[in-house]
Structure formats: C-alpha cells, structure tokens
C-alpha cells in the first residue's frame, strides 16, 4: 500500500526536516514516507539499524526524496541526542518530530514482571520524553511540529494492556503540556491515536484483545495510508490552528466499547439486542 494517495498537494510539506522514532516500520514508516512524498526529507530512527537501512532506500526510490537511517535507541538520552545533532549537521534544521517508537506485547498483571513494565514504559513514554527533549530547541527554532503515536486501548482499561496503556496516557499528558509550554514558540504538538491498523506489528500482536472487525463501526480495519494521510493534514498549514489535540483514527471503534452485538442493535433494530 502506498504511504499517500495524492490527496493533498504534492510540495504540501516542501523543503521540510522530519526526525522519526520508529520510522523503520509499520505506521512510522507510513508516516514518514507521506512527508517525504510531500517535499520533505526525513531521519528515521530504531534499534535495528539493518530495518532502517532497507526502509530508508524503499522509501528514497518510491518517492525520490532523501531518507537518512541513524540507529538509536530512544531509552538512551546519548543515543537521540547523536540523532539529533546528526539531523542537524546534515540538514542544517529539524522542523517535524514524530515520536512513535513502541514495544508491545498482550501480558495479565500476573504475567507481567517488573522488568516487562519498565521496558514498554521506558521505551514509549521515556523514549518519547528523550527524543523531544534533545530534539525541542531544534523544534523550537523552526516554529516546527510534533506528533506523538499514542493509542484508544487506555481509554477503556482494554485486559492485558496496562503497561502499554500508562505508557500511551503519558504521552497523551505529554502531548498536552507541550503544547501549552511551545506554543508561545510558535511550536504545535498533537498526537494521532490508531485504532487497529492492518498489516502492522501492533494489529498482529495486539487483535486478539479487540473482539474483531464486528466491533468497528466502520466495518473494518484501518490502513498504513489513513494515518499518513492524518500526519500530512496536523504538520500541514491546514492545521494551523490545532495543538495539543489527539486525532484518533480508528473507525469509531473505542466508542463502542467493543460492546457485544454490535452493529446488529444499530442496522437490526427489530431485533434489538438491548
Ligand atoms: C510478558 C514479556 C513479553 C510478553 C517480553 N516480555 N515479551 N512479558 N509477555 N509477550 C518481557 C520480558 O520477559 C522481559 O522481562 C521484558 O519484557 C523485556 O523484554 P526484552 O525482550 O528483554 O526487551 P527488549 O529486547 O527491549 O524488547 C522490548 C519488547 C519487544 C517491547 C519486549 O517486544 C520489542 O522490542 N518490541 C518492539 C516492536 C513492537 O512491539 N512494536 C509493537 C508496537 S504496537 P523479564 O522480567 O523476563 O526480564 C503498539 C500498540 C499500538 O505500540 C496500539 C494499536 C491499537
């Protein structure tokens, strides 16, 4: 599938500096790629600097646009600031941020240790505060953008999803304060919440926590595309006024609360499970 379709203008993003953790796969891939097509050129960032290398040449030859891979791993504050002041040296700025490095797995309380906890916490919210924290000057001095990778799973207490979800309610916080304290830099922060995106690492471990397609108004999962089509629109100047807010991009699905029978009290109502 590919990262856009041609919704928005091509230069939409031109001449941009994006620095993405996580940017090796999946939705970060996506996301990046689509600021790329847009006129941008990006750093991506992970432990597996073999999966960044390999991205970054796909994502060069399918937009023609410049992908530079820097491994880091976002639990490591030398790690993001060496990404960080390599984005610099080579492209002299860094206008957009995408924090969306993640670890997860499904785990009980009881199956989960204290180390399992701590890792998906230091990864997903410490990586997150890490990487802006070396990135946010930078930022600062563009009157750039950020955009944090969060999730719906802890709106509701979804089982087996506690560790990711304090972490993901941090960066939900995060997202928040940002936005109130850059904002006078001319700086706006939000955030996009996926809901289950097909043919990523998260749908694969993660679906058998969310009771199927059934439970999605929309009637289906989402896309890598839809995601890089709601990063182009928040870096955009189209949302020039929005900061501070989560996007979530989900087909509706954490308000039904994965409630059972559903859609047939909506599109059977003769028949009424109530
Ligand atoms: C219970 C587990 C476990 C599991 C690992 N652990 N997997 N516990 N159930 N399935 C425990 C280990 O036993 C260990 O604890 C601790 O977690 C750390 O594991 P390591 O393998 O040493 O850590 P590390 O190599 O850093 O790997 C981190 C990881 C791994 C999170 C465990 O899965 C990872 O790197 N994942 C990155 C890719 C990923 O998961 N992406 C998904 C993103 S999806 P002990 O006590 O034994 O030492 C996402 C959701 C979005 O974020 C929501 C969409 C709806």
């Not at 505060?129 to 070396?134: G, I, Q, S």
């Not at 802890?154 to 979800?165: I, R």
């Not at 700086?187 to 058998?208: C, D, F, H, Q, Y």
């Not at 629109?233 to 029978?261: C, K, Q």
Request: net charge positive; charged share 20%.
């Amino acid at each position: 599938m590919a990262a856009t379709t041609d919704i928005f203008k091509n230069d939409i993003l031109k001449d941009k500096v994006l620095l993405c953790s996580g940017g090796g796969s999946g939705i970060c891939r996506a996301m990046t790629e689509a600021v790329v097509r847009h006129g941008g050129k990006a750093v991506i960032i992970s432990r597996s600097l073999e999966r960044l290398e390999k991205a970054a040449k796909e994502m060069s030859e399918a937009t023609g646009g410049v992908v530079i891979p820097i491994q880091a791993d976002v639990r490591k504050p030398a790690d993001v600031e060496n990404a960080v002041a390599k984005t610099v040296e080579k492209f002299g700025k860094i206008d957009y941020l995408i924090n969306g490095a993640a670890g997860n797995f499904l785990a009980s309380f009881q199956n989960l240790s204290y180390n399992a906890f701590r890792t998906v916490i230091e990864i997903d919210l410490m990586g997150t505060w890490n990487l802006t924290k070396a990135a946010s000057e930078y930022i600062k001095a563009s009157k750039g953008s950020i955009i944090n990778v969060s999730m719906t799973l802890h709106y509701t207490g979804t089982v087996y999803q506690q560790h990711a979800g304090a972490a993901k309610a941090g960066i939900d916080a995060l997202t928040k304060h940002w936005a109130v304290e850059l904002g006078p830099f001319g700086v706006r922060v939000n955030g996009i919440a996926p809901g289950p995106i097909e043919n990523t690492v998260g749908m694969s471990k993660l679906s058998s926590t969310r009771g199927g397609y059934e439970t999605i108004p929309l009637g289906r999962a989402g896309t890598v595309t839809e995601i890089a089509h709601s990063t182009v629109f928040l870096f955009s100047e189209a949302a020039s006024y929005i900061s501070g807010h989560m996007l979530v991009v989900d087909g509706a699905h954490w308000l039904t609360n994965h409630r059972p029978g559903y859609p047939e009290i909506v599109l059977n109502p003769k028949s009424s499970k109530l």
